[in-house]
């Protein structure tokens, strides 16, 4: 019985899991039983076709008679069963390899319904959604419901992350690429489907300047490109002939400077200069990008050998003018994706006026890797010294929170407190947001918003108390408890350094609008002893602040970043608070007391706020 023959139940539920159990997805002999393994993403691919079918249904694409149908269908079921334990140990590259692989040889939908599961594993969701629609549009009369309704599930995710790019006012005929990747020529019969995300979109012709466009592009959204292009003086351009072979004769497509221009052997003319080559064949085949210099009226030929170029790499660059060299060919500029072999490979991105980064990445097998790189401002660069005031900038938000400490709070209550006196350290929170303007030149301004709360206790502290109708006061001790809390507002200036790990230096200045509280017991001795309290009087505390700050922080994203580092809060009074000495306090005795209008706080206080903030910039 063969693979595409074998007869299964209806029953059996088609999703993924196909992929990754023996036995549900081409087809299996119905005695031979499945092995039982973990049940992976819920994917839809299909059961076999039931028994008496001796070829694929109306839509499976069998192949026509005389072209080997048996062969290509063993063919076919070898490379899917190989993708499908490839898919089980999580190379999602070679196993996408081998069911496009067994999908060309003998069209069918399990082949499909795998493919398309590997590319949404490999984050090329507009590939995996294609496929997917193919599934539901080329096998729908042969699909089981419940792998129907899978299918439909994952269109409708995949829908969410995939945004269309649709591009408008260009040259007809002009060439559309994307990443590095061609996409065909103006006018496109459709907008063009690519994964969420930023995107550098070249559009080229000749007799007109070329067009490099960034463009942001969310999920189930289109995003109109405006490529309107300016004609340029015809010129007699200088040409010179470059010739490209695969070293052993194998034949796969040919992409000068990201353009499919034919296939190997190929030989045509280009203009004299530097271009970049790559081939493309079955799968993960192909070649990494050459870069060749052409010279005038002379013929250059390059002839690279065809390997496994499964690790797909995305590299983002800002500014996006920055130049993207991978392994010292000069590739893109801004942003570049392609497929390279895996291992490790040397990234360069340069850029006038920016500090030069070099990275080495790792690249696995079947995986897709994203590295994002924003140089440094280069200070001393003539691009910034001569432009300076010319140079834009950017709005910044801050949110951050911390502790406070002090040694003391001050005043006569904390002055007071010595010998068998029990003072403890001033402790409390602080929260902050910030907003403002920060210029290229790392200069930053703005205002600050913020609440900040604490106290400091004392206890055992030697004072007095004077009760009703008594013109002496009583010695004592008491026990304090003292707040302080407020609104500070103010405005901050600062420079920041640094792009993945930023440092920033501020000096903030403003108000505490604020108030002072103190929570008071306490033993006193008269003609007996007797008890005070508890009593409690809030005073008024508006304070002036200066805040000296340093943080230090990790990118998370250009735009974001997360800080942590520490504040020193100078608080100056403008009015000291003071304990009312007309506010009389119950005491264990028929007679109220009344204490001193003893200062609550210091003239000066000094408090270390160390404390985390996220970072954005837009």
Same mark, same amino acid.
């Given at each position: 019985?063969?693979?595409?023959?074998?007869?299964?139940?209806?029953?059996?539920?088609?999703?993924?899991?196909?992929?990754?159990?023996?036995?549900?997805?081409?087809?299996?002999?119905?005695?031979?039983?499945?092995?039982?393994?973990?049940?992976?993403?819920?994917?839809?691919?299909?059961?076999?076709?039931?028994?008496?079918?001796?070829?694929?249904?109306?839509?499976?694409?069998?192949?026509?008679?005389?072209?080997?149908?048996?062969?290509?269908?063993?063919?076919?079921?070898?490379?899917?069963?190989?993708?499908?334990?490839?898919?089980?140990?999580?190379?999602?590259?070679?196993?996408?390899?081998?069911?496009?692989?067994?999908?060309?040889?003998?069209?069918?939908?399990?082949?499909?319904?795998?493919?398309?599961?590997?590319?949404?594993?490999?984050?090329?969701?507009?590939?995996?959604?294609?496929?997917? @629609?193919?599934?539901?549009?080329?096998?729908?009369?042969?699909?089981?419901?419940?792998?129907?309704?899978?299918?439909?599930?994952?269109?409708?995710?995949?829908?969410?992350?995939?945004?269309?790019?649709?591009?408008?006012?260009?040259?007809?005929?002009?060439?559309?690429?994307?990443?590095?990747?061609?996409?065909?020529?103006?006018?496109?019969?459709?907008?063009?489907?690519?994964?969420?995300?930023?995107?550098?979109?070249?559009?080229?012709?000749?007799?007109?300047?070329?067009?490099?466009?960034?463009?942001?592009?969310?999920?189930? #959204?289109?995003?109109?490109?405006?490529?309107?292009?300016?004609?340029?003086?015809?010129?007699?351009?200088?040409?010179?002939?470059?010739?490209?072979?695969?070293?052993?004769?194998?034949?796969?497509?040919?992409?000068?400077?990201?353009?499919? =221009?034919?296939?190997?052997?190929?030989?045509?003319?280009?203009?004299?200069?530097?271009?970049?080559?790559?081939?493309?064949?079955?799968?993960?085949?192909?070649?990494?990008?050459?870069?060749?210099?052409?010279?005038?009226?002379?013929?250059?030929?390059?002839?690279?050998?065809?390997?496994?170029?499964? !690790?797909?790499?995305?590299?983002?660059?800002?500014?996006?003018?920055?130049?993207?060299?991978?392994?010292?060919?000069?590739?893109?500029?801004?942003?570049?994706?392609? #497929?390279?072999?895996?291992?490790?490979?040397?990234? @360069?991105?340069?850029?006038?006026?920016? =500090?030069?980064?070099?990275?080495?990445?790792?690249?696995?097998?079947?995986?897709?890797?994203?590295?994002?790189?924003?140089?440094?401002?280069?200070?001393? !660069?003539?691009?910034?010294?001569?432009?300076?005031?010319?140079?834009?900038?950017?709005?910044?938000?801050?949110?951050?929170?911390?502790?406070?400490?002090?040694?003391?709070?001050?005043?006569?209550?904390?002055?007071?407190?010595?010998?068998?006196?029990?003072?403890?350290?001033?402790?409390?929170?602080?929260?902050?947001?910030?907003?403002?303007?920060?210029?290229?030149?790392?200069?930053?301004?703005?205002?600050?918003?913020?609440?900040?709360?604490?106290?400091?206790?004392?206890?055992? #502290?030697?004072?007095?108390?004077?009760?009703?109708?008594?013109?002496?006061?009583?010695?004592?001790?008491?026990?304090?408890?003292?707040?302080?809390?407020?609104?500070?507002?103010?405005?901050?200036?600062?420079? !920041?350094?640094?792009?993945?790990?930023?440092?920033?230096? #501020?000096?903030?200045?403003?108000?505490?609008?604020?108030? =002072?509280?103190?929570?008071?017991?306490?033993?006193?001795?008269?003609?007996?002893?007797?008890?005070?309290?508890?009593?409690?009087?809030?005073?008024?505390?508006?304070?002036?602040?200066?805040?000296?700050?340093?943080?230090?922080?990790?990118?998370?994203?250009?735009?974001?970043?997360?800080?942590?580092?520490?504040?020193?809060?100078?608080?100056?009074?403008?009015?000291?608070?003071?304990?009312?000495?007309?506010?009389? =306090?119950?005491?264990?005795?028929?007679?109220?007391?009344?204490?001193?209008?003893?200062?609550?706080?210091?003239?000066?206080?000094?408090?270390?706020?160390?404390?985390?903030?996220?970072?954005?910039?837009?």
């Amino acid at each position: 019985m063969d693979w595409m023959t074998a007869r299964r139940p209806a029953a059996l539920l088609v999703a993924l899991a196909l992929v990754s159990r023996a036995g549900d997805a081409l087809g299996q002999p119905a005695d031979t039983a499945a092995p039982a393994e973990p049940a992976a993403p819920a994917v839809p691919a299909p059961s076999a076709p039931a028994a008496g079918e001796s070829a694929p249904a109306a839509g499976e694409g069998a192949p026509a008679a005389g072209e080997g149908a048996p062969d290509r269908r063993a063919e076919a079921e070898a490379r899917f069963y190989k993708g499908r334990k490839l898919y089980e140990v999580g190379a999602f590259g070679p196993a996408l390899a081998e069911f496009l692989a067994s999908r060309e040889l003998y069209p069918n939908r399990s082949a499909t319904s795998g493919a398309a599961a590997c590319l949404k594993k490999l984050q090329r969701f507009d590939e995996a959604l294609e496929l997917f @629609e193919i599934l539901l549009r080329d096998f729908a009369d042969t699909l089981p419901a419940d792998a129907k309704t899978a299918a439909q599930r994952e269109v409708l995710e995949l829908r969410g992350l995939v945004g269309t790019i649709e591009i408008e006012h260009a040259e007809p005929g002009a060439s559309i690429s994307v990443g590095g990747q061609r996409r065909g020529d103006y006018p496109l019969l459709a907008p063009l489907r690519v994964p969420a995300g930023s995107h550098v979109v070249h559009v080229d012709k000749d007799g007109f300047e070329p067009l490099q466009i960034r463009v942001d592009v969310a999920g189930g #959204r289109t995003a109109r490109v405006a490529a309107r292009m300016r004609a340029i003086a015809p010129r007699r351009r200088a040409l010179g002939r470059l010739r490209v072979a695969e070293r052993y004769g194998q034949e796969m497509d040919v992409l000068v400077d990201g353009n499919l =221009v034919g296939r190997t052997p190929w030989e045509g003319e280009v203009e004299v200069g530097e271009h970049t080559v790559v081939l493309r064949g079955d799968g993960d085949a192909g070649t990494e990008p050459i870069r060749v210099n052409v010279q005038r009226d002379r013929l250059s030929a390059v002839t690279p050998s065809a390997e496994d170029v499964s !690790a797909f790499l995305r590299i983002e660059a800002a500014p996006d003018e920055a130049s993207v060299a991978v392994d010292a060919a000069v590739l893109a500029d801004g942003a570049w994706e392609g #497929r390279l072999r895996p291992g490790e490979h040397d990234i @360069e991105v340069s850029a006038p006026g920016f =500090v030069t980064r070099k990275l080495n990445v790792h690249l696995t097998e079947g995986k897709r890797h994203v590295v994002r790189v924003a140089l440094e401002l280069d200070l001393e !660069a003539p691009r910034w010294r001569l432009h300076r005031a010319r140079r834009p900038g950017q709005l910044a938000a801050e949110l951050g929170a911390g502790l406070w400490f002090t040694p003391s709070l001050g005043g006569d209550v904390a002055g007071s407190c010595f010998g068998r006196c029990d003072e403890g350290v001033g402790l409390g929170g602080l929260a902050v947001a910030r907003g403002g303007y920060l210029l290229e030149s790392g200069l930053e301004l703005g205002l600050s918003l913020g609440y900040l709360g604490g106290g400091q206790t004392m206890a055992g #502290r030697r004072t007095s108390a004077r009760r009703t109708r008594q013109l002496l006061a009583d010695q004592g001790t008491a026990d304090d408890a003292l707040s302080l809390r407020g609104v500070l507002a103010g405005a901050f200036a600062g420079l !920041a350094v640094g792009a993945d790990f930023p440092i920033h230096l #501020r000096l903030g200045a403003g108000a505490l609008l604020g108030s =002072v509280s103190d929570r008071r017991t306490g033993a006193f001795l008269g003609q007996q002893e007797y008890q005070v309290g508890p009593a409690e009087v809030t005073s008024s505390a508006p304070f002036f602040y200066l805040a000296p700050e340093l943080r230090l922080g990790v990118s998370l994203h250009p735009r974001a970043e997360l800080s942590v580092g520490v504040e020193t809060l100078l608080l100056f009074s403008v009015s000291r608070p003071r304990w009312d000495a007309a506010h009389q =306090v119950s005491t264990s005795t028929d007679a109220g007391a009344y204490f001193s209008g003893e200062t609550l706080a210091g003239r000066f206080l000094l408090a270390i706020t160390p404390g985390l903030g996220i970072h954005y910039k837009h």
